[in-house]
């Protein structure tokens, strides 16, 4: 089967990004682990991940490209002899695609939930002042061309 892209008409070059994060979110539609995202600012966000039985040495957050990845291995100890094991110790990876300028400002990891905090600062205006050149030549060459004839 193949796959039908939004992006594969020659009107849309410059999207391959685009069509990768939607291949990405769409790969990571499993629901474990559950997760909440709650604004606790106008600029400041917190994704809380419930990983209970998850210590902090079985979790990585990272940031790859424009997309947090927290990620859960637990290790098997040999040393229990369960005689029922209704709680699974399975793997997990779960991706968020972050918008421009979304930072990680924090991760905690408390009573089995795991706090990811993010913050967008504020965008600083930019000015700049754009030189303007005036064209006061006769012949109509740029004042630059002129200024290097007159060195030689």
Do not use: C
């Amino acid at each position: 089967m193949t796959r039908l892209s939004l992006f594969n008409s020659p009107l849309l070059l410059g999207f391959e990004e685009f069509e990768r994060a939607v291949d990405r979110i769409s790969k990571t539609a499993d629901g474990y682990p559950p997760y909440n995202v709650e604004q606790l600012a106008e600029h400041r966000l917190r994704i809380t991940l419930a990983v209970a039985g998850f210590a902090e040495e079985d979790l990585a957050v990272q940031i790859e490209d424009n997309q947090l990845v927290i990620r859960g291995k637990q290790q098997d100890d040999a040393q229990r002899n369960y005689l029922h094991r209704g709680i699974a110790a399975r793997q997990f990876q779960r991706s968020f695609v972050l918008a421009e300028g979304i930072e990680v400002t924090a991760a905690s990891l408390e009573m089995g939930l795991l706090h990811i905090d993010l913050e967008r600062p504020l965008a600083q205006p930019q000015v700049r002042k754009i030189k303007i050149d005036s064209k006061e030549s006769q012949s109509g060459e740029s004042p630059s061309i002129q200024d290097i004839r007159k060195g030689e």
